[in-house]
């Protein structure tokens, strides 16, 4: 099996594929409202030689969609094959604080909040108690760049001056761009070049599709800054990777995409 990592993939049970938000995202992926079955996620996962899944739980501002427990209880069952990605609630700070520790204490490796679904930019102070758990535990915190599939507004997701404004409160916390940042990515590239601890991950995008400013950057000064995701069940990691050889990114680029940059940013065993 190759040495692949995906940053960004989801089991979702079937409450959160029943989202009427989701309706966009299937209808242009073909994805079925029937949740996969665990067996249909490793077999997707070996298809493009995953090796290690990063499983993300899913809070919004009606409760949960995908809990930590959830997710804990398949990286329990799988260890080999699966890592947590926490979420939580940011309308009770003080219980999003312990639950960020609860889970790194359980062996999660990040914390992703989803701003378009909160429809709440990065920098309202309801985020900083968390981002403040980050960095204590010392994980990075994921979250989501760029333009919206769903049918919720697009403006969370702008880099700046929402995430600019985060990254110079937070010097030590490390944060994963997700979904490219599209049609943002002169203000995605800005960050990248400014921050050394902000990294973009390639989620719902088959990497032939991605913006070619964020390909020469990812062949170039940016080739320790960019992560393989695939949001999974949207886009299989096969789909998602399929003409990478395209890309032109030469072996060192192209397995620190692969893999190298997700275990360094996520504290992944070899």
Known sequence: MADVVDVWMQQPNQHFMNQPWLEPLLRWT??????????????????????????????????PLITNDEVAELVSAHPDRFAG??????TDQVRAVREVRRCVRHGFVGVRVV????????????????????VEEDVPFCTQI???????????????????????????????????????????LSLAT?????????SAYAVHRLPAELVEFMRGRGRERV????????????????????????????????????RRVFALPN
């Open 194 to 202: 400014k921050y050394p601890n902000f990294h973009v991950d390639t």
């Open 85 to 90: 990605v926490a979420s939580v609630d940011l």
């Open 30 to 63: 073909g994805v079925s409202r029937r949740a996969p079955q665990v067996p249909a996620t490793l077999g997707a996962m070996d298809e493009a030689g995953v090796r290690v899944a990063l499983l993300s739980a899913w809070y919004g501002p009606h409760g």
């Open 146 to 188: 760029g333009h919206t599939g769903p049918l919720c507004p697009s403006e969370p997701g702008r880099p700046i001056p929402y995430l600019d404004e985060v990254l110079l409160d937070f010097p030590e916390l490390v944060v994963v761009g997700g979904h490219v940042g599209y049609p943002w990515m002169s203000e995605v």
């Open 227 to 262: 992560l393989f995701g695939s949001n999974y069940p949207m886009l299989s990691p096969a789909q998602a990777l399929k003409r990478l050889p395209d890309l032109g990114l030469g072996p060192t680029a192209t397995e620190l995409f692969l893999a190298g940059n997700a």
């Open 115 to 134: 701003p378009w679904l909160w429809n709440l930019p990065p920098n309202d102070r309801r985020y900083y108690p968390v981002y403040v758990a980050c």
